[in-house]
């Protein structure tokens, strides 16, 4: 159930956190994430590739789409979409603040996801102080789930994420947040902490890894992320 969780859930923020920042494109500018994660929980594997292209349509909006593709232990095929806007509506350095959010539908394959012709929603509220070399992140987010799904109904989460540029082109970064549990019989809160590095190769075009483990999920799993991200002006 946890596994199902995480890959169904929108990916956030700076790859590979998963604390949202508020941070957009600008006007005609695109970024294209390419977000891989190996999930180990319960003896199997799970590969997710979660690509993400955000567009810039005003300074302080960006239209996002994020499509998934999953392999599993016993089936593998195109999972569910996220379609997102992203706003930020304060901005007075060094705090801004934001919100995003959109809905996942139900694009998958062989069952890898909500049931067709269900539809999920989320939304998330952004922090940010920006004190260069060091930022913070927070979020408060919420996904509401269709009955169909079998799980919890409303999950809530809770995060922050610390980056710290230690040099021009290397971020250090670590994420911890908890979360509602996706089984609505259990009603601990389990948390996740990532530790993981992003490095510029050049002006737009950054790689990053990270690894990420859970405290008092059921079951619990271990995860490693890579990305690749690059950025361009229409």
């Known amino acids: 159930m946890v596994v199902t969780a995480m890959v169904s859930l929108p990916a956030l923020a700076a790859h590979p956190l998963q604390t949202e920042d508020t941070g957009t494109q600008g006007p005609g ?9 190996w999930t180990r929980a319960n003896g199997s594997t799970v590969f997710v590739y979660q690509p993400q292209v955000s567009y810039g349509l005003t300074d302080a909006t960006d239209l996002i789409v994020q ?3 999953v392999h599993g232990p016993a089936a593998h095929g195109v999972g569910d979409t ?3 806007a992203k706003v930020r509506f304060y901005g007075e350095a060094p705090w801004s ?5 959109g809905a996942r539908l139900a694009t998958n394959q062989n069952g890898l ?3 067709h012709g269900d539809a999920a929603a989320h939304a998330v509220l952004i922090a ?3 004190a260069a070399p060091v930022t913070v992140h927070a979020n408060f987010g919420i996904n509401v789930n269709p009955v169909s799904n079998g799980g919890r109904r409303v999950d809530r989460r809770v995060s922050a994420a610390i980056m710290w540029a230690a040099t021009e082109r290397l971020t ?9 549990d996706p089984d609505p019989g259990r009603t601990a809160w389990p948390s996740t902490l990532l530790g993981g590095a992003i490095y510029t190769i050049r002006p737009g075009l950054d790689v990053d890894i990270g690894y990420q483990a859970s405290s008092s999920a059921h079951p619990s799993f271990r995860q490693w992320l890579m990305g690749l991200t690059y ?3 229409l």
């Open 29 to 37: 500018n695109v970024e294209i994430e390419n977000g891989l994660s």
């Open 67 to 69: 499509p998934s593709w």
């Open 82 to 84: 996220n379609l997102d």
């Open 97 to 101: 603040a934001g919100i995003r959010a």
């Open 113 to 115: 996801g909500l049931r």
């Open 128 to 130: 940010t102080y920006d």
């Open 172 to 180: 250090w970064t670590v994420d911890a947040g908890t979360s509602s």
């Open 231 to 233: 950025r361009f002006a």
